[in-house]
Structure formats: structure tokens, C-alpha cells
């Protein structure tokens, strides 16, 4: 398969995990934030996710707004010099930020 086609194929499908991601979340994509390469999303002028925290999300079936108050979660750790988690920790493991705080 040509170069080309196999760039085509990849981005339709990256499409179309997005859109049910939106779908689960009740979010509205806007852009691939950064340049032409890049694996982050902008969701609702207010969310940024990675790719792959998208398809961990679908894959692992979590629940319905666990990764938006996993990111709101890591945004008030980040402002209070607290370590941040993983998306992957907080899904499978349930590890939480507050966890983290108490334990610095």
C-alpha cells in the first residue's frame, strides 16, 4: 500500500475515534492543536487531550466524564506545584491526584 493512502486511511480513522469520543462526552471537536504532526486535540475552547488518552478512554470504557475531571483534576494540581497522574493510572489503577498530595 502506498505511503499516501496508508496517511489517508490513518487520518480517517482518527476521525472517526474522535467523533465517538465526542459522542461519549458530550464534547464538540475543534482542532488538532499545534503543528500538522501532532497527537493533541482541542475539545469545547476548553479541553486538550492526547490521542492516546482518547483511545485509552474507548478502549478501557471508561466512565462517562472520567477523563474530563481526570484533566480538570491534573489542571488544579499543576496550578498548586502538586505531581500530576497519567491518564492511564487514573482509569485502570484509580489513582488520584488528591492521593498524590497528601502523600508529598
Same mark, same amino acid.
Not at 486535540?41 to 479541553?47: K, S
Not at 466524564?65 to 483534576?73: R, T
Given at each position: 500500500?502506498?505511503?499516501?493512502?496508508?496517511?489517508? !486511511?490513518?487520518?480517517?480513522?482518527?476521525q472517526?475515534?474522535?467523533? %465517538?469520543?465526542?459522542?461519549?462526552?458530550?464534547?464538540?471537536f475543534?482542532?488538532?492543536?499545534?503543528?500538522?504532526?501532532?497527537?493533541?486535540?482541542a475539545? =469545547?475552547?476548553?479541553?486538550y487531550?492526547?490521542?492516546?488518552?482518547?483511545?485509552?478512554?474507548?478502549?478501557? =470504557? %471508561?466512565?462517562?466524564?472520567?477523563?474530563?475531571k481526570?484533566?480538570?483534576?491534573?489542571?488544579? %494540581?499543576?496550578?498548586?506545584n502538586?505531581?500530576?497522574i497519567?491518564?492511564?493510572?487514573? %482509569?485502570?489503577f484509580?489513582? !488520584?491526584? =488528591?492521593?498524590?498530595?497528601?502523600?508529598?
Amino acid at each position: 500500500m502506498k505511503t499516501q493512502k496508508l496517511i489517508t !486511511r490513518y487520518k480517517d480513522t482518527r476521525q472517526k475515534v474522535i467523533q %465517538a469520543f465526542c459522542d461519549k462526552h458530550g464534547l464538540q471537536f475543534q482542532y488538532w492543536a499545534g503543528n500538522g504532526f501532532t497527537e493533541k486535540v482541542a475539545f =469545547n475552547d476548553l479541553y486538550y487531550f492526547d490521542l492516546k488518552d482518547i483511545i485509552g478512554d474507548l478502549e478501557v =470504557n %471508561a466512565p462517562k466524564g472520567d477523563i474530563i475531571k481526570w484533566y480538570l483534576d491534573n489542571q488544579k %494540581a499543576i496550578e498548586n506545584n502538586i505531581p500530576t497522574i497519567d491518564y492511564y493510572s487514573y %482509569a485502570i489503577f484509580g489513582l !488520584r491526584v =488528591n492521593e498524590l498530595e497528601s502523600e508529598s
